[in-house]
C-alpha cells in the first residue's frame, strides 16, 4: 500500500476555496481499529459548518485545523486492528456515524448518541472526505447486498436521525398526519419516506414547489411553499381545524413558533437541528394548554441504524441521491449543498486514484 492518499483537507476556515483536495498520509491502523477504503460519502450541513467555521453556543465544540469532515461513509475493509475478528478484508460495510466510549450508563442501555463523549464522525477525527479513514470496527456493520454504495452513505446521518425522530421519538401512528418541514434536506426526505412505511397521512413545506412535486412523487399527500405565507393556517385548513399530530422541523428558530401551532390537541414537536437560528419566540401556554410536547433527537443508536439498513436492504427504505461528484469535485458538490438546491443526499463518489 502506498502510503499518502487523496483527501479534502480544510486548513483555514472559510469559502469554497479552502477545500483542498491534495496528498495527506494514510492513518495507521491501531487495536480495535479498522482502515476503511472510502467508496462513497454523503454530505452533512456540519461539513458546511466545519469548513466555515462553526458558530459559537451551547452544544458546540471546537474543531482544530488541519481538518477531514465527512460522516456518512461506506466502503470496503482494507485493513483491521488487532482484535478485530468480524470483518473480512474487502467487504462492504457502512459506518454508524456516531462515535461512542461503549462502556458508560448509556452505552450500556445501548443509547449510543446519549453518550458522554458522544460525537460524530468526521466532526472532531478525521472523517471520511478521502480515500482511507480510520474507524472505530464496532461502529462497522455489513452493507446489505443489492444497494450502491452511493445509496449506502446517503443512508446513516439521515434515516438514523428520522427513524428516532419518527418512531421513537414522536411514535408516529398508522393513519396519523404529519408535516415534514424543510422537505428536500436529507433528514426530512429520510422522514418522508419513514412516514410513507408507518402509514401516516404526510404533508410538506418547502420555498421550492419543484421539491413538492417531488415529494408527492414519494407518497406526500400536500405540499404548502413558505413563498404563500403561514403554512399553520394552512395545516388547520387541510386537518379540518384539527392539526396534524406530529411536526419534523430540523429548521429551528424561524419556524418554531407555526410548527407549534399546527399541531392537534396532544400533538408532538421533533427536532433535530437548528439551522436557522436555535432562539425561538414561543409561547409556552399554546404548548401546555394543548397537551403538546417537544422531542429532541440528535441521531438515533446503532440499532436504529442497523433497523434502518435492513429495511434498506429489503427496499422497504430508499435513500434519496440527489447527485453524485468524484471527490475533486468537492466544492461544486459543496456549493449546491449550501445552495439548498437539493432533493436528497448529495454523495461524493471516490474511485481508487481518482
Ligand atoms: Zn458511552
Redesign the pocket.
Known amino acids: 500500500m502506498e502510503n499518502t492518499m487523496k483527501a479534502v483537507v480544510v486548513r483555514e476556515h472559510g469559502g469554497l476555496e479552502q477545500l483542498r483536495y491534495e496528498d495527506v498520509p494514510i492513518p495507521k491502523v491501531g487495536g480495535g481499529e479498522v482502515l476503511l477504503r472510502v467508496k462513497a460519502v454523503a454530505l452533512n450541513h456540519m461539513d458546511l459548518w466545519l469548513r466555515r467555521g462553526l458558530p459559537e453556543g451551547p452544544g458546540i465544540r471546537p474543531v482544530h485545523l488541519p481538518h477531514v469532515s465527512g460522516g456518512d461513509i461506506a466502503g470496503v475493509v482494507a485493513e483491521v486492528g488487532s482484535g478485530v475478528n468480524h470483518l473480512e478484508i474487502d467487504q462492504p460495510v457502512v459506518v454508524y456515524p456516531g462515535l461512542?466510549?461503549?462502556?458508560?450508563l448509556?452505552?450500556h442501555r445501548g443509547e449510543?448518541s446519549m453518550?458522554?463523549?458522544?460525537e460524530v464522525v468526521g466532526e472532531k477525527i478525521w472523517g471520511g472526505l478521502a480515500e482511507y479513514t480510520l474507524l472505530p470496527a464496532k461502529n462497522l456493520e455489513p452493507m446489505p447486498s443489492g444497494m450502491s454504495f452511493e445509496q449506502a452513505a446517503a443512508l446513516p446521518v439521515a434515516m438514523t436521525t428520522a427513524w428516532r425522530m419518527l418512531k421513537t421519538a414522536a411514535q408516529l401512528q398508522p393513519g396519523e398526519d404529519v408535516l415534514i418541514l424543510g422537505i428536500g434536506g436529507g433528514v426530512s426526505t429520510a422522514a418522508l419516506q419513514i412516514a410513507q412505511l408507518i402509514g401516516a397521512r404526510i404533508f410538506v413545506a418547502s420555498g421550492h414547489d419543484w421539491k413538492i412535486e417531488q415529494a408527492k412523487t414519494l407518497g406526500a399527500s400536500a405540499g404548502f411553499n413558505y413563498h404563500r405565507g403561514s403554512f399553520e393556517a394552512w395545516i388547520q385548513e387541510a386537518t379540518g381545524g384539527k392539526g396534524v399530530e406530529v411536526v419534523v422541523d430540523a429548521l429551528g428558530a424561524d419556524t418554531w413558533p407555526m410548527s407549534i401551532r399546527s399541531l392537534s390537541e396532544g400533538g408532538r414537536l421533533v427536532v433535530c437541528g437548528a439551522t436557522t437560528g436555535d432562539r425561538p419566540d414561543i409561547s409556552i401556554r399554546e404548548l401546555y394548554q394543548h397537551h403538546r410536547r417537544i422531542l429532541g433527537a440528535p441521531l438515533g443508536n446503532q440499532e436504529e441504524f442497523r433497523i434502518t439498513l435492513q429495511l434498506a436492504g429489503q427496499g422497504k427504505l430508499e435513500p434519496v441521491v440527489h447527485q453524485v461528484f468524484p471527490l475533486s469535485d468537492i466544492q461544486a458538490a459543496h456549493q449546491l449543498l449550501e445552495a439548498g438546491e437539493q432533493f436528497g443526499k448529495v454523495v461524493l463518489k471516490i474511485n481508487e486514484h481518482s
Open positions: 461512542y466510549c461503549g462502556s458508560c448509556y452505552c449510543h453518550c458522554h463523549e458522544y
